[in-house]
């Protein structure tokens, strides 16, 4: 491999290797079970993933749930199945961190026994003034100087449940004047007399985090951990832990940026916000990007990895255009997705000089860029469907598609030729006629005529009645995120429902998931949730158009 090419985590774990700190890989993605994984984690699940698969290591699906109060095992079916849709293989590397709550227990006595942690009567209130600044050093604890039987015996005593929540906590015994105020003696057991989704009752003390992290790194094996850059602060407190509870092969933590998404709500408290108040159908409503959403709006895995890849790993926070993420699904479904015509605001057409009772079937190919997908056969007849955008009674100039006495290609069929139209009491075109050119079958003519537009069709006695869902970003674009009261400046038409639409017949036994190209409207993909024969729901996963160049 090239050295140039190799992003700072490769090089770290080459380094490593060659200097034989480690002589093997090992990473984990662990997510805390209290949502729903979203775009950012994808990137997390990703990088560690392929840096195990690089490196033929192995790789981790850890669950942190070592907090009790915000975890629901409900969550956690939904990380396994994002985490396999997007390709990740734990194998058989599937932990709890709250298995370890033993080990972790043990940890803390073996901190006390060396005189490395001590219970600390302080308030929470108070350990956070004793803290002090950035500018100024912290003040030691008056309970630091416990000795080491008496802070065995109040542990102990605190696991017993002797102590109600917030009374008493350990705390580590590291530097109240460290310029990192990560390192003044951090609190890493507390009390919370409360049921945990896998431990229940056995516990009513739990490890903070900062504490149970490296600890569950260590206990796996894993050589890099890898994390986000607000951890890079934590660092230090990391290895003060795996140095001194003596383990044997102490992993090494590195930090990446995170991913942020202009235009979309990324975190999980404001995804969560969204659902709870019922502004979105659920955590897979497809304006989210969540796993879940954007699987349901049609993404594929292969786009999100060539998202995950084009993004790269890198040191510095930055958002990324959403735009790049609607390029990576084009750019795989382009060759992939059959594309096939739909009308999604009809009008009827129709053709006077063709035969009343007749109808034939036309071939038209899958995919003009990839002859692999074939052909199928499109029925055509009198009565048609076509857009109604695609005509105009009073053109502009420039404008070359159905207008009175002009002449267009029905795409893959004929030409025709507009001659009049009906309207309502209201002015409203109920139907546009025109005559065809028998000669012209297949969209050409003999005779060389050349036409300008081109326009797609539906025959309308057996097209199929769809829904079709189109999306904007859920955030107005110009305004930004919030609004000066810290509400979430909502894009009321985030979502337009468009309810009767007409595709050709082909789709009739269309499946959810199923993706298709719906010629000049964008790509679509049936809805999983709300799609039924006969009902198709359609959620447009991009439009055809793009300005994001790369
Ligand atoms: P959120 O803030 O969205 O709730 P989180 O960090 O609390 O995310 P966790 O379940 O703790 O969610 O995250 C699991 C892993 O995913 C962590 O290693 C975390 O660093 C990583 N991660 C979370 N958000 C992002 C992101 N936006 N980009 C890259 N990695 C992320
Ligand atoms: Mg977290
Ligand atoms: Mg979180």
Redesign the pocket.
């Known amino acids: 491999k090239e050295v140039t090419s190799r992003n700072f985590i490769e090089q770290a774990i080459d380094q490593d290797l060659a200097d034989g700190v480690y002589d093997h890989v090992c990473t984990r993605?662990?997510?805390?079970p209290?949502?729903y994984l979203?775009i950012?984690?994808a990137?997390?699940i990703l990088l560690n993933y392929g840096l195990a698969q690089e490196y033929h290591g192995e790789f981790h699906l850890r669950f942190?749930d070592t907090n009790p109060m915000k975890e629901k095992s409900e969550y956690v079916e939904s990380i396994k199945e994002d985490i396999k849709w997007l390709g990740a293989d734990w194998k058989d590397h599937l932990y709890f961190a709250s298995d370890y709550f033993d080990q972790m227990y043990e940890a803390a006595l073996k901190l006390i026994k060396k005189g490395k942690a001590f219970v600390c009567d302080l308030s929470a209130e108070e350990i956070r003034q004793y803290r002090g600044t950035l500018k100024e050093p912290g003040k030691e604890s008056p309970y630091r100087n416990r000795s080491i039987d008496e802070n065995l015996k109040l542990f102990e005593d605190m696991k017993d449940g002797k102590y109600p929540d917030g009374s008493k906590v350990l705390r580590a015994k590291i530097d109240m004047a460290s310029p990192n105020i990560n390192m003044r003696d951090p609190v890493i057991y507390r009390v919370a007399h409360m049921t945990h989704h896998n431990t229940k009752d056995k516990w009513c003390i739990y490890p903070m985090y900062d504490f149970a992290h490296p600890i569950e790194d260590a206990i796996e094996g894993i050589t890099h951990s890898?994390?986000?850059l607000e951890?890079e602060d934590h660092r230090p407190l990391y290895n003060w832990v795996v140095r001194e509870v003596e383990y044997q092969m102490p992993p090494r933590q590195i930090e990446?940026a995170?991913?942020?998404l202009t235009n979309v709500v990324?975190?999980?408290?404001y995804i969560k916000k969204l659902v709870e108040e019922g502004i979105v159908d659920g955590w897979d409503d497809p304006r989210l990007v969540t796993i879940a959403a954007l699987k349901r709006r049609g993404f594929t895995p292969e786009s999100i990895r060539m998202f995950v890849e084009l993004v790269g790993v890198s040191k510095a926070n930055s958002s990324v255009d959403y735009a790049m993420l609607d390029y990576c699904i084009r750019e795989d479904l382009k060759k992939k997705a059959p594309r096939m015509m739909g009308v999604l605001h009809p009008v009827k057409l129709v053709i006077d000089n063709y035969p009343k009772d007749k109808k034939e079937e036309l071939e038209v190919p899958n995919n003009m860029e990839n002859p692999n997908l074939g052909s199928r056969k499109v029925i055509f007849g009198r009565e048609l469907y076509i857009e109604r955008d695609d005509f105009m009674e009073e053109p502009p100039k420039k404008y070359f598609r159905m207008y009175p006495g002009n002449e267009v290609r029905l795409m893959n069929a004929y030409f025709v030729t507009c001659t009049g139209l009906k309207k309502d009491e209201d002015g409203i075109i109920t139907e546009i006629h025109c005559t065809y050119d028998p000669k012209s079958r297949g969209g050409n003519s003999p005779d060389g005529r050349k036409v300008k537009g081109t326009i797609q069709w539906v025959e309308a006695e057996t097209a199929v009645l769809a829904q079709c869902r189109l999306y904007e970003n859920i955030i107005d674009e110009d305004k930004g995120v919030y609004n000066e009261d810290g509400s979430l400046n909502l894009n009321p038409d985030s979502l337009t429902t468009i309810d009767d639409c007409r595709l050709e017949a082909g789709f009739l036994n269309a499946k959810p998931y199923d993706k298709f190209q719906f010629v000049r409207n964008g790509f679509f993909c049936v809805d999983s949730h709300d799609s039924r024969p006969g009902a198709l729901v359609f959620n447009r996963i991009v439009s055809l158009k793009s300005s994001f160049k790369i």
């Open positions: 993605f662990p997510p805390e209290n949502g979203h950012g984690h990137k997390s942190d890898c994390c986000t951890f990446f995170k991913l942020y990324t975190g999980k408290r």
